[in-house]
């Protein structure tokens, strides 16, 4: 098959300049070398968001769909940090969340692990999803279910912005 080749639409043969979409994300290294006092380019900080990865279809579904989250909104505005490093009391996982612009926690029932494990550090999310609540999907232990991945991806998506531009 033959390959289209892209052009700016005007009729001439230039091709336009697509605006990259920043899908690295680059907030861990950058609060990595800032924390170790490693000069660092400074970025306006992302919205940090906390999915409890349990061991069900919600808890995983927390996962899949932030990971899609950020995807979608772009690794400017959302940073995916890990809870387990809360819970280890880890400095740099922490020193992400005190610099974000806003936290986002994701928790796949109403134990809301990460939501706990983010207040028992000191943080209050701005924006707190539960799967089972928010989007009503029923907890069960498929996991490797995806029900209903991209309702919660585009909820979780809305929520980051939100967050980001308040
Ligand atoms: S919030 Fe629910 S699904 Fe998530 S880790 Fe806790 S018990 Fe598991």
Not at 4 to 15: D, L, N, P, R
Not at 48 to 60: H, K, R, T
Request: glycine letters at 8%; proline letters at 4%.
């Amino acid at each position: 098959m033959e390959k289209v080749k892209k052009t700016c639409g005007c009729g001439c043969a230039s091709v336009p300049e697509e605006k990259e979409k920043v899908l690295e994300n680059w907030y861990l290294p950058y609060m990595d070398k800032k924390t170790k006092g490693i000069e660092v380019e400074e970025k306006p900080s992302p919205v940090a968001i906390f999915y409890c990865a349990g061991a069900s279809n919600v808890g995983q579904s927390t996962m899949l769909a932030s990971v899609k989250a950020a995807n979608s909104v772009g690794y400017d505005k959302a940073a995916l940090l890990c809870l387990a490093s809360i819970s280890a009391g880890l400095k740099n996982i922490h020193n992400g969340a005190k610099n974000a612009r806003g936290i986002v926690s994701v928790d796949g029932c109403p134990m809301q692990c990460a939501l706990k494990t983010l207040q028992k550090d000191g943080f209050e999310p701005q924006k707190s999803f539960v799967i089972t609540r928010d989007f009503e999907v029923k907890k069960n232990f498929d996991l490797n279910s995806r029900e209903d991945i991209e309702r919660i991806a585009d909820a979780v998506a809305g929520g980051i912005l939100n967050v980001y531009n308040s």
